[in-house]
């Protein structure tokens, strides 16, 4: 299956409601970035939506929001937050054409094995519209691994993310900064904007 590792899913299964209530001191800085290029009213795919901190977040500063994850545990979670149906669904499973004004995939595309990255790219520059802003962010690296949870990532360096991408985005940026994650462990973030092209 297309962007699916069963140990990755597996780990948000069991630990679902832990994910999705921990409290961390959460920043928006990047969110609040993207959405300032965006009309209120517009809709924006969420993949990987996880408790659904980040559609909350976009749903209250009125923006049209799909929230989804690949884990029925996590979409459950979410959906109990919200109180908006949160849907089910893998990066295979992403068949929406000319559908959305933006994609948000925050950490959730770092774990798609690498053979399979740009085929999933793919599909979400489809889901866009014309000029649709689709935002995802990654792990920083040299080579593809697991973390200590048994998570996989690709993570991936600058030069390599934008071979990946190709040119067929109308525009690429690629920031780094140092942040952390669920681990705890001092990480360099890469996060990109990419803007669908004619």
Avoid at 108 to 121: A, F, G, W, Y
């Amino acid at each position: 299956m297309v962007g699916e590792d069963q140990n990755t899913l597996r780990f948000y299964s069991e630990e679902a409601e832990a994910y999705a209530n921990r409290n961390d001191d959460r920043s928006y800085e990047h969110l609040d970035l993207f959405l300032a290029r965006l009309t209120p009213g517009c809709s924006i795919l969420e993949l990987g939506c996880g408790g659904g901190d980040d559609s909350a977040y976009m749903l209250a500063r009125g923006f049209d929001v799909t929230p989804t994850d690949g884990s029925p545990e996590l979409a459950y979670q979410a959906q109990k937050r919200l109180g908006v149906p949160a849907e089910v669904l893998k990066f295979d499973q992403i068949v929406y054409r000319n559908k959305f004004d933006a994609v948000w995939a925050n950490a959730c595309l770092l774990h798609i094995p690498r053979s399979d990255l740009k085929t999933v790219l793919k599909r979400i520059e489809r889901s866009l519209k014309i000029d649709g802003l689709f935002y995802a962010s990654y792990k920083a690296g040299k080579q593809e691994g697991r973390d200590k949870f048994g998570r996989y990532y690709n993570y991936p360096t600058v030069a390599w993310l934008k071979q990946t991408y190709g040119p067929t985005w109308r525009s690429l940026e690629i920031n780094t900064v140092m942040g952390s994650g669920y681990d705890n462990e001092p990480t360099e973030w890469l996060h990109v904007v990419a803007t669908k092209s004619l």
